[in-house]
């Protein structure tokens, strides 16, 4: 077996002159090029799956006449595995997927024409060449149009991206102001700060107390002796020893209760330090939750820079002339089709390239187009 112009042929010997004769694949019966006796081959299993090609080609063609499209193309479809080199399985496939040509359909069918074009041999002079590349230019107008509305709706759709972004911002930044404002407890310093007082003023009484006990004392001593020896000071006796029994017994109080106090002012002072400690935790968690919302301010910001960015890319776009646009899709499609044409990118058509290109870059693009779509 071998190839001639992509058409897949067996040799075959005339029975009439004997001539070799390339026979191709998918066939049973030629012409003798030598003699013009028909050459017929029938031996069980010559063909295989090709025996049934013919058939199966006549179906997929009267599937394709009543507009049954699914059915058309799943024949030609088969068609073309079965015999790859002919021509028309493929042609059928295009016909099947586009409707006939209907404008408006936008199935790619590119590469299934390109096979039909390799196979059939027929070039540019084809009539359905001119009559495919009239589809495509139906088509490119609505991919044109589409891909319009998209940039449009993308445009549209990063703007409020852009707008919730400055939203979020405003409201991280009250977020911070609220963290960095929010005051610290003083519970326990408060209460360390009166037991420690309380301590200070119970050590320091204890120790003037019974001083003073002792001063009104002799006071009273001194003042007996005088009021004996004919100085009377019956009121200062009496008020000394008054003053000396009352410090007594606050001494007396004081001291019952000065454990407690001292007890009572470890607890403060354990209760102070465990709060500080908490306190200084709880700076450092405030500090890298300012320092993470600070950084999403930031991610924020240059979300929003590459956002305007895309949407001066969409209205780039927008902006270019619709006939340019669509003889870049049209220029696609034939090169994809393998179909000579003579759009030539000009200036437009080459910014245009790159910008359909750099806005699919974009968050965002995929599914506003995935939407449209």
């Known amino acids: 077996m071998s190839e001639n112009n992509g058409i897949k042929t067996r040799i075959v010997t005339c029975p009439s002159c004997g001539g070799k004769i390339e026979f191709p694949v998918g066939r049973n019966k030629t012409m003798c090029p030598f003699c013009g006796n028909d050459v017929v081959v029938d031996e069980p299993g010559w063909l295989g799956a090709l025996d049934k090609f013919d058939l199966k080609l ?68 084809d009539p359905f060449v001119s009559d495919y590349k009239a589809f495509l230019e139906r088509v490119s107008d609505n991919d044109a149009a589409k891909s319009a509305d998209n940039a449009k709706l993308n445009a549209e759709y990063f703007q409020r991206v852009i707008e919730a972004k400055n939203e979020s911002i405003a409201e991280i930044e009250g977020k911070i102001t609220e963290i ?44 007996l002796v005088n009021t004996i020896q004919g100085d009377p000071h019956i009121f200062g006796i009496i008020a000394s020893v008054v003053a000396a029994v009352i410090f007594s017994f606050i001494t007396k109080f004081v001291w019952k209760h000065y454990r407690g106090t001292i007890e009572s002012f470890k607890r403060r002072r354990v209760a102070k330090l465990q709060e500080d400690h908490v306190n200084d ?93």
Request: aromatic share 8%.
């Open 180 to 223: 960095k404002n929010a005051p610290t407890t003083e519970t326990a310093e408060k209460k360390y700060g009166g037991a420690k007082a309380r301590l200070v003023f119970d050590t320091v009484f204890l120790v003037v107390a019974p001083l003073a006990v002792v001063g009104f004392i002799i006071l009273a001593v001194v003042l």
């Open 58 to 125: 006549k179906d997929a063609q009267t599937a394709l006449d009543n507009k049954e499209w699914k059915r058309a193309r799943e024949l030609f479809e088969d068609c073309s595995m079965i015999n790859e080199s002919d021509p028309r399985p493929w042609k059928g496939t295009v016909l099947a997927r586009t409707k006939n040509l209907t404008a408006g359909t936008s199935d790619k069918t590119e590469p299934n024409f390109h096979c039909y074009l390799s196979r059939s041999g027929l070039g540019m002079n």
């Open 281 to 373: 935790e709880r700076a450092k968690h405030n500090d890298e939750l300012v320092d993470h919302k600070t950084g999403t301010i930031s991610e924020y910001k240059d979300d929003i820079v590459s956002l305007n960015n895309a949407i001066e890319e969409m209205n780039k776009y927008i902006a270019i002339d619709r006939s340019a646009r669509i003889a870049y899709f049209t220029k696609q499609h034939l090169d994809a089709a393998g179909i000579e044409n003579t759009i030539v990118p000009d200036e437009a058509i080459v910014r245009l390239s790159k910008i359909e290109q750099d806005l699919r870059l974009y968050p965002g693009y995929q599914l506003v187009t995935k939407i449209q779509q």
